[in-house]
T-cell receptor, first 114, second 117 residues
Framework: AQTVTQSQPEMSVQEAETVTLSCTYD???????LFWYKQPPSRQMILVIR??????QNATENRFSVNFQKAAKSFSLKISDSQLGDAAMYFC???????????FGQGTRLTINP | NAGVTQTPKFQVLKTGQSMTLQCAQD?????MSWYRQDPGMGLRLIHY???????DQGEVPNGYNVSRSTTEDFPLRLLSAAPSQTSVYFC????????????????FGSGTRLTVV
């Protein structure tokens, strides 16, 4: 069974600085997808970024980028120029191709200090 | 286009009571699922459905029942609530299970906070 581990329950960063959230996963599959979701205090789940395992190029979405290390089964999220609105719970998630479910990590609560 | 609608948003139950959490989507999504979110545990899959009339168990199905009689609705039933079922419950849908990995991925409801006393 696939597992996703986020080893940082909480992180904090100064506004305008850069922060990296860690995620590791375990799978025997070779074709899969990885995601980072953001959950602000409103509880809404928002897709931040997505990575396809067969693509070597790291995904980027504006200030958000990932460092995808397939051999190490690592998928970290880097947030540049942190803003107060980035404060939220962040979840890493995994889905193998053709699977009927997403598997989520435990979450990392990110605090932005003004 | 309402997306995924969950009702109620908050609920307090007494131990042993039963209730149904409602989930409806208006996007003609084949795939629907229920997760529970607990501190330090992330989101864990309870039940899911790949289409009307088809349901399957997820990671933590005990104490919960589901049915999928229509494409639009996927209710979650607690037959005899226990304090261990205190959690935030999310319903999520997707065009199809094979679209879970796509950019469209999941559409989540806004969640139901359930407290069992």
């Amino acid at each position: 069974a696939q597992t996703v581990t986020q080893s940082q329950p909480e992180m904090s960063v100064q506004e305008a600085e850069t922060v990296t959230l860690s995620c590791t996963y375990d799978t025997s599959e070779s074709d899969y997808y990885l995601f980072w979701y953001k959950q602000p205090p409103s509880r809404q789940m928002i897709l931040v970024i997505r990575q396809e395992a067969y693509k070597q190029q790291n995904a980027t979405e504006n200030r958000f980028s990932v460092n995808f290390q397939k051999a190490a089964k690592s998928f970290s999220l880097k947030i540049s120029d942190s803003q107060l609105g980035d404060a939220a719970m962040y979840f890493c998630a995994f889905c193998s191709k053709g699977a009927q479910k997403l598997v989520f990590g435990q979450g990392t609560r990110l605090t932005i200090n003004p | 286009n309402a997306g995924v609608t969950q009702t109620p948003k908050f609920q307090v139950l007494k131990t042993g009571q039963s209730m149904t959490l409602q989930c409806a989507q208006d996007m003609n999504h084949e795939y629907m699922s229920w997760y529970r979110q607990d501190p330090g545990m992330g989101l864990r899959l309870i039940h899911y459905s790949v289409g009307a009339g088809i349901t399957d168990q997820g990671e933590v199905p005990n104490g919960y029942n589901v049915s999928r009689s229509t494409t639009e609705d996927f209710p979650l039933r607690l037959l005899s609530a226990a304090p261990s079922q205190t959690s935030v419950y999310f319903c999520a849908s997707s065009y199809s299970y094979w679209a879970l990995g796509s950019n469209y991925g999941y559409t989540f409801g806004s969640g139901t906070r359930l407290t069992v006393v």
